[in-house]
Nanobody, 124 residues
Framework: QVQLAESGGGLVQPGGSLRLSCAASGRTLSTYGMGWFRQAPGKERKFVAAISRSGGGINYADSVKGRFTVSRDNAKNMVYLQMNSLKPEDTAVYYC?????????????????WGQGTQVTVSS
């Protein structure tokens, strides 16, 4: 079983950037596909991005394409989400999640392991 811990959230002005990190422990990260999700207050949790075990397969939600970049460093057991050109509507708690499935998807039920989340607030 893998344990996940996000970090890097905070308050940023519109147009700014943040990089979220997800540290994995307990098992080798390379055995998991990884996803990022977010949940705004009063709203459902939504898919943001996903990356396959090797990093060769990447998928983004339409709302973040061209602004966010997901990456991973299996040697360091880390996954990252670089967020640029942030907008107020990006404000949410961001979660990283791990799946043992071969194909990484965009539905939260496909992911068995979750971090505790990190708050991202985009406001002037």
């Amino acid at each position: 079983q893998v344990q996940l811990a996000e970090s890097g959230g905070g308050l940023v002005q519109p147009g700014g950037s943040l990089r979220l990190s997800c540290a994995a422990s307990g098992r080798t990260l390379s055995t998991y596909g990884m996803g990022w999700f977010r949940q705004a207050p009063g709203k459902e949790r939504k898919f943001v991005a996903a990356i396959s075990r090797s990093g060769g397969g990447i998928n983004y939600a339409d709302s973040v394409k061209g602004r966010f970049t997901v990456s991973r460093d299996n040697a360091k057991n880390m996954v990252y989400l670089q967020m640029n050109s942030l907008k107020p509507e990006d404000t949410a708690v961001y979660y990283c999640a791990a799946t043992s499935r071969l194909l990484v998807g965009s539905r939260d039920y496909e992911y068995a392991y979750w971090g505790q989340g990190t708050q991202v607030t985009v406001s002037s």
